[in-house]
C-alpha cells in the first residue's frame, strides 16, 4: 500500500513539472513572437551592409596611415635590414659562412680520478658487492 502511494506521489510531481515546463514555454514563445514582429530584417540587412562598408573604410585608411608611418620614421624592410647587418659583419670581417673551430679537447682534465669513488654513508655488505660489481664492470 506505502509503495502505491509513492508511486502516485512520484506521478503527481511528474505531472506538475510538466504543466510548470509548459507554462515556461507558452511565455518564452510568446516573448520570441514579439520579438520577431519587432524585428524588421530589411532594416537589420541594410545596417550589417553599411557596418561592412565602413569596416573596409577604416580597414583602407589604416593601412593608408600604416604606410605613412613607415614612411616618416624610415623603417626599412627585412631584406634592407639584413643587408645593412651584412655590410657591418664584412666591415668588422665576420664571415658568417666560416666554417666554426673545432672544440677544445681539454675539458676533461677535472675527471675524477680512477681510484676515487664516492660511497654513501653508513655502507652495509650489499654494498660491497655492489661495489665489486661495478669495479669489474669499469674494466
Do not use: C, H, W, Y
Request: glycine share 10%; hydrophobic share 35%; aromatic share 0%.
Amino acid at each position: 500500500m506505502r509503495t502505491q502511494l509513492q508511486a502516485i506521489s512520484l506521478r503527481i510531481q511528474t505531472v506538475r513539472s510538466n504543466e510548470q515546463m509548459m507554462a515556461s514555454m507558452k511565455g518564452a514563445t510568446s516573448l520570441l513572437g514579439s520579438m520577431n514582429r519587432q524585428m524588421n530584417l530589411p532594416a537589420l540587412q541594410r545596417i550589417a551592409m553599411e557596418f561592412e562598408k565602413e569596416n573596409d573604410i577604416m580597414d583602407q585608411r589604416q593601412e593608408m596611415m600604416d604606410d605613412a608611418i613607415d614612411d616618416v620614421t624610415g623603417l626599412e624592410d627585412e631584406e634592407e635590414g639584413e643587408e645593412v647587418v651584412k655590410e657591418v659583419l664584412d666591415e668588422i670581417g665576420v664571415d658568417l659562412g666560416q666554417a666554426m673551430g673545432e672544440t677544445p679537447s681539454g675539458l676533461q682534465k677535472n675527471a675524477v680520478a680512477e681510484g676515487r669513488v664516492a660511497e654513501a654513508i653508513g655502507g652495509g655488505g650489499d654494498d660491497d658487492d655492489l661495489q665489486a660489481r661495478l669495479d669489474s664492470l669499469r674494466r
